[in-house]
Each structure stands twice: as structure tokens, then as C-alpha cells.
């Protein structure tokens, strides 16, 4: 019998993910203000990895108390700079000025996975995804974001591999699934360690 999992997410490429790999999947979106427990957490001097980890959690943890019983899956993205923690863009404008400092450089994008269970986390993992960019002009940029905006408003560093977004790099070093949003081989494997799924 397959887990009853609950995915604290409205990404419908998550979801697609855990379905195609044949879970059987609730969407139940968590709202959380990200921004705030962003700025919390940097203030402290959390690592960019941490702050995924915890957004993650904290997603998780309010679909748990909604869902007993359940494990409910909690995922998040942030994207590092040099030190700087991108958020997804607000407007074109700014997603315009996002791909203008990552153009030509090589930026982390740290996927978070955090499975809880009535309200006690159960497991977590943080990918970790070196993406180089070519250098882009501001003219292609600035049609890049037109075409796109309605999409990557969505994504955390303004791109989508899954679309015209893989055009956008020179080099991918790491996990494909991560940079989807979602640890897809990770989670499986420790669904299979619990018993849960059998190959």
C-alpha cells in the first residue's frame, strides 16, 4: 500500500514529479509568510541552506496539524549568490535585474525537502546545485522576461529548465530533479528504507 502523502506546495511540477514516479499525492499549498521567516533567519546569520531547510519546515508543519496522520511534505528553493539570497521576483523589472547579476556566474540553488508526521519532522535533505549562466546581453534579457514572464515569476532565480530556461546556461552540476524543486531520488530512496514502497 502506497504512503498517503500530502505536499504542502501549489507547484504543480512537484506534484507532477511524485505522481509520475507513482505516489499518489494531496496538494494542500501552506501559506507562510516566506519573507518574513527569511528576514528572521538572515538576521540571525542563518546559511542560505538553513533558511531553506526552514521554510520547508514550516510549510510542513502547518499542513501536519491539517492532515493527521499523514506525511506531509514541506519544500522550498533559495537561491545564493555570493552571500545574497535571491527571492523570486516581484515584477519583470526586477527579475530583469536578477538575470543581469547572475548572467556569467555561478550561483547555488538549494533545494529543501522536510517530511513530518503529526506535527514532529521525520526526515529532512537539502540539495545543492551549482548553475552556471552564459553571459546574457540586456536585450535578450529583456525579451526573455517578456516571453516569460507569466512562468518564472514563479521561480526563484527567474528560469526553468523545464523550458526556455535551460538556454539560459553554459553548465548544470548537480541533481536535475533539485533544480525542479524537488529531491525526487532522495525522497524515494527514504520512502523505500521505511517499508513504504518496494521495487
Given at each position: 500500500?502506497?504512503?498517503?502523502?500530502?505536499?504542502?506546495?501549489?507547484?504543480?511540477?512537484?506534484?507532477?514529479?511524485?505522481?509520475?514516479?507513482?505516489?499518489?499525492?494531496?496538494?494542500?499549498?501552506a501559506?507562510?509568510d516566506?519573507?518574513?521567516?527569511?528576514?528572521?533567519?538572515?538576521?540571525?546569520?542563518?546559511?542560505?541552506?538553513?533558511?531553506?531547510?526552514?521554510?520547508?519546515?514550516?510549510?510542513?508543519?502547518?499542513?501536519?496539524?491539517?492532515?493527521?496522520?499523514?506525511?506531509?511534505?514541506?519544500?522550498?528553493?533559495?537561491?545564493?549568490?555570493?552571500?545574497?539570497?535571491?527571492?523570486k521576483?516581484?515584477?519583470?523589472?526586477?527579475?530583469?535585474?536578477?538575470?543581469?547579476?547572475?548572467?556569467?556566474?555561478?550561483?547555488?540553488?538549494?533545494?529543501?525537502?522536510?517530511?513530518?508526521?503529526?506535527?514532529?519532522?521525520?526526515?529532512?535533505?537539502?540539495?545543492?546545485?551549482?548553475?552556471?549562466?552564459?553571459?546574457?546581453?540586456?536585450?535578450?534579457?529583456?525579451?526573455?522576461?517578456?516571453?516569460?514572464w507569466?512562468?518564472?515569476?514563479?521561480?526563484?532565480?527567474?528560469?526553468?529548465?523545464?523550458?526556455?530556461?535551460?538556454?539560459?546556461?553554459?553548465?548544470?552540476?548537480?541533481?536535475?530533479?533539485?533544480?525542479?524543486?524537488?529531491?525526487?531520488?532522495?525522497?524515494?530512496?527514504?520512502?523505500?528504507?521505511?517499508?513504504?514502497?518496494?521495487?
Open positions: 500500500m502506497l504512503p498517503d502523502l500530502v505536499l504542502a506546495s501549489s507547484s504543480q511540477i512537484r506534484a507532477q514529479l511524485l505522481r509520475s514516479a507513482g505516489l499518489s499525492v494531496t496538494i494542500a499549498p501559506r507562510v516566506e519573507e518574513a521567516i527569511r528576514q528572521a533567519l538572515e538576521q540571525e546569520g542563518a546559511k542560505p541552506r538553513d533558511v531553506a531547510d526552514q521554510l520547508a519546515e514550516a510549510k510542513a508543519m502547518k499542513q501536519s496539524a491539517r492532515h493527521p496522520g499523514a506525511l506531509v511534505l514541506g519544500a522550498d528553493q533559495v537561491l545564493e549568490l555570493q552571500g545574497e539570497i535571491f527571492a521576483p516581484e515584477s519583470p523589472d526586477q527579475a530583469i535585474a536578477h538575470l543581469q547579476s547572475l548572467s556569467g556566474r555561478t550561483h547555488r540553488l538549494l533545494s529543501a525537502l522536510v517530511v513530518v508526521q503529526d506535527g514532529r519532522p521525520l526526515w529532512r535533505h537539502v540539495a545543492e546545485v551549482r548553475l552556471t549562466m552564459h553571459p546574457l546581453s540586456d536585450a535578450f534579457i529583456a525579451e526573455y522576461v517578456a516571453r516569460n507569466d512562468s518564472i515569476r514563479h521561480a526563484v532565480g527567474c528560469y526553468k529548465l523545464e523550458e526556455e530556461g535551460v538556454r539560459l546556461f553554459s553548465a548544470i552540476e548537480g541533481d536535475y530533479f533539485a533544480v525542479l524543486g524537488l529531491p525526487l531520488i532522495e525522497v524515494l530512496n527514504w520512502l523505500r528504507a521505511r517499508g513504504e514502497l518496494t521495487t
